[in-house]
């Protein structure tokens, strides 16, 4: 059975942290059963954007100088490392906007901006046969993914398993969204991914989550938990869990199950520590999806519309040209190229959109929203 384990932590304060992370370790058999002495770690932060930690869009620093901390306790190495959604040149404003380069170089850890790639060929993949990951991800003993605990407009839900999307370095991510442009796909290539790196744990940052239009551009929402485990797609079903979610109702939890890699079923996880029920709570934004708009649909109505939906529902980026800087990292992070140059902001030739909501991630200035139609929006009240 997998285990997940939940402990709470009400904030920030690094000694409050430092003793929630070791005893979410400690519930699931300690760091030493994962991490070897002499052993390389590669830890996995997400970065996503250069946002300061208060944003809740990045892994927290002290959820990270905590790791580190008990990865040098069990007499491993920890290396921090990170290819963020943002084009490459600005990795090193993110790493000091997200204080996350700090934390890991006061505690002694490398941090390595990921650029060269290893092939990865796996006739098994369900959506490209051959993945060009991280040289220092794959070269690690043990890689641990450290997400933050987020809403996503295009996945719904981004833990433990998305947060590997940044072990592709550069250009390849946008092209990999590009061969797999639907939600559905998408959670194959993640599964891929996931299958290809093999990390051996998660530890989650949801002290302060994110909550509506996740992952950069929602609000910070208190969680008040740190999960631990072994099992990704365990620990990525019991965060969707508490938000709100049915843990299958998330592609990539939902795909990755169902190719055996873990449990996403809630009565086959065992969760140590604070039980489920004290930390769920009801009232949590979830994500613009389409999908999550029709579970407010009645079963008869739903039948029709699902089929409907496409052409009745639209949920769809819009820019704010008084926002808008004309900074042009949306045009390059578009994978359809589906923005073009305006007069005053960027404008999107809808046919092109896949709605993954790139651009709304890489917009620092929050100048990418949503734009719902009537239906939509009533939905949605
Ligand atoms: S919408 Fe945002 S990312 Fe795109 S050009 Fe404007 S400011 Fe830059
Ligand atoms: S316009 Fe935005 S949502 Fe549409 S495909 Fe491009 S990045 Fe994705």
Same mark, same amino acid.
């Given at each position: =059975?997998?285990?997940?384990?939940?402990?709470?932590?009400?904030? &920030?304060?690094?000694?409050? %942290?430092?003793?929630?992370?070791?005893?979410?370790?400690?519930?699931?058999?300690?760091?030493?059963?994962?991490?070897?002495?002499?052993?390389?770690?590669?830890?996995?932060?997400?970065?996503?954007? @250069?946002?300061?930690?208060?944003?809740?869009?990045?892994?927290h620093?002290?959820?990270?100088?905590?790791?580190?901390?008990?990865?040098?306790?069990?007499?491993?190495?920890?290396?921090?490392?990170?290819?963020?959604?943002?084009? &490459?040149k600005?990795?090193?404003?993110?790493?000091?906007?997200?204080?996350?380069?700090?934390?890991?170089?006061e505690?002694?850890?490398? %941090?390595?901006?990921?650029? *060269?790639?290893?092939?990865?060929?796996?006739? *098994?993949?369900?959506?490209?046969?051959?993945?060009?990951?991280?040289?220092?991800?794959?070269?690690?003993?043990?890689?641990?993914?450290?997400?933050?605990?987020?809403?996503?407009?295009?996945?719904?839900?981004?833990?433990?398993?998305?947060?590997?999307?940044?072990?592709?370095?550069g250009?390849?991510?946008?092209?990999?969204?590009?061969?797999?442009?639907?939600?559905?796909?998408?959670?194959?290539? =993640?599964?891929?991914?996931?299958? @290809?790196? *093999?990390?051996?744990?998660a530890?989650?940052?949801?002290i302060?989550?994110?909550?509506?239009?996740g992952?950069?551009?929602g609000?910070?929402?208190?969680v008040g938990v740190?999960?631990?485990?072994?099992?990704?797609?365990?620990?990525?079903?019991?965060?969707?869990?508490?938000?709100? &979610?049915?843990?299958?109702?998330?592609?990539?939890?939902r795909?990755?199950?169902?190719?055996?890699?873990?449990?996403?079923?809630i009565? *086959?996880?065992?969760v140590?520590?604070?039980?489920?029920?004290?930390?769920?709570?009801?009232?949590?934004?979830l994500?613009?999806?389409?999908?999550?708009?029709?579970?407010k649909?009645?079963?008869?109505?739903?039948?029709?519309?699902? &089929?409907?939906?496409?052409?009745?529902?639209?949920?769809?980026?819009?820019?704010?040209?008084?926002?808008?800087?004309?900074?042009?990292?949306?045009?390059?992070?578009?994978?359809?190229? @589906?923005?073009?140059?305006?007069?005053?902001?960027?404008?999107?030739?809808?046919?092109?959109?896949?709605?993954?909501?790139?651009?709304?991630?890489?917009?620092?200035?929050? @100048?990418?929203?949503?734009?719902?139609?009537?239906?939509?929006?009533?939905?949605? =009240?």
């Amino acid at each position: =059975m997998s285990i997940v384990s939940l402990v709470k932590c009400e904030d &920030y304060g690094q000694k409050k %942290v430092d003793e929630a992370v070791r005893q979410s370790l400690e519930l699931i058999g300690g760091l030493g059963s994962i991490v070897g002495r002499g052993q390389r770690a590669m830890l996995k932060v997400n970065i996503l954007n @250069a946002d300061r930690p208060e944003k809740a869009v990045t892994t927290h620093p002290a959820l990270l100088r905590s790791v580190i901390r008990c990865v040098k306790e069990v007499g491993g190495e920890a290396v921090v490392g990170e290819a963020s959604g943002i084009v &490459y040149k600005d990795m090193e404003r993110a790493w000091r906007a997200s204080r996350l380069k700090e934390a890991a170089q006061e505690e002694g850890a490398d %941090v390595i901006n990921f650029q *060269k790639v290893l092939k990865v060929e796996n006739p *098994k993949n369900k959506m490209v046969p051959t993945l060009h990951i991280a040289k220092e991800v794959l070269s690690s003993d043990v890689v641990i993914s450290l997400p933050k605990l987020k809403t996503h407009n295009f996945t719904l839900f981004t833990g433990a398993i998305k947060n590997l999307y940044g072990c592709i370095p550069g250009f390849r991510k946008k092209e990999l969204h590009r061969l797999a442009p639907r939600p559905e796909e998408f959670a194959k290539l =993640m599964v891929d991914i996931l299958c @290809a790196i *093999k990390p051996k744990l998660a530890v989650m940052d949801g002290i302060v989550g994110m909550e509506g239009d996740g992952p950069a551009a929602g609000s910070p929402r208190q969680v008040g938990v740190i999960l631990a485990s072994k099992d990704l797609v365990a620990l990525d079903a019991i965060a969707s869990y508490i938000i709100g &979610y049915d843990p299958l109702d998330i592609d990539i939890t939902r795909v990755a199950a169902e190719r055996g890699v873990g449990t996403a079923n809630i009565d *086959k996880i065992e969760v140590r520590g604070t039980p489920l029920d004290e930390v769920k709570i009801d009232d949590y934004e979830l994500a613009s999806s389409i999908n999550v708009l029709l579970k407010k649909v009645p079963g008869p109505i739903l039948f029709i519309l699902k &089929y409907l939906a496409p052409l009745l529902l639209k949920v769809e980026p819009q820019v704010d040209p008084l926002k808008c800087t004309e900074c042009g990292a949306c045009l390059e992070h578009c994978p359809t190229g @589906a923005m073009n140059t305006g007069s005053d902001c960027p404008v999107i030739a809808r046919k092109k959109c896949i709605k993954c909501f790139c651009c709304q991630e890489v917009c620092l200035e929050r @100048a990418v929203g949503i734009r719902y139609n009537w239906l939509a929006r009533k939905l949605k =009240m």
